[in-house]
């Protein structure tokens, strides 16, 4: 919905929206706007006076998930949220146990944190982000985690985990 009103007003909206009822700051930012000294983030631009339930913020950092069903699900939900208001979420899997590691409390045998990984991949490709584009995430994990290899593995297959970028901290 761009066009030449679409661009004129947005710097009155976002304007009005940073100087919350400051008079003096908004004259000032509408001035820095228009003149395009400078330009907002993404995120700010398609957020500030939209009067949407979105964020005017570009990227979160969620704390490792705690490694347990309930704190992994915590975490999802944490991202699913952030994601659905247009936020990009980065997540360091390192916390989680690896493959085949002993599960006491059910006495099995755990997934391993690439698997998790690629259910919060998979999410990040349900989620729209205000009708127009998909979930961004960014999955990190230690190089010194047991599952490092099946998480390079996995970054290198084009067909699987689509809905992340991948690094190796």
């Known amino acids: 919905a761009g066009g030449v009103g679409a661009r004129v007003a947005q710097p009155v909206r976002v304007a009005a929206a940073a100087a919350a009822g400051n008079p003096d700051l908004l004259s000032r930012f509408q001035t820095i706007l228009r003149s395009q000294r400078f330009i907002p983030a993404g995120r700010i631009l398609e957020s500030l006076g ?7 913020v570009n990227c979160f950092v969620l704390p490792c ?8 699900l915590e975490t ?3 991202m699913t949220e952030l ?3 247009g936020g990009g979420v980065g997540i ?3 916390s989680l146990r690896p493959a085949n590691a002993y599960v006491a409390g059910v ?3 755990s997934s ?3 698997s998790w990984m690629e259910l919060f991949s998979f999410m990040t490709n349900l989620i729209i982000q205000g009708g127009s584009r998909r979930g961004a995430q960014m999955a990190m994990m230690s ?3 047991p599952d490092i290899r099946q998480f390079i593995d996995l970054k290198r297959d084009n067909a699987r985990a689509t809905g992340c970028n991948m690094s190796v901290v």
Request: glycine share 18%.
């Open 65 to 72: 998930p705690k490694d347990s069903r309930a704190g992994i």
């Open 112 to 114: 391993g944190s690439v």
């Open 143 to 145: 190089i010194w985690h």
């Open 50 to 56: 939209s009067g949407q339930n979105t964020t005017g």
């Open 83 to 85: 994601m659905c208001k």
């Open 92 to 94: 360091n899997y390192s």
């Open 107 to 109: 006495n099995g045998r």
């Open 76 to 78: 999802l939900g944490q």
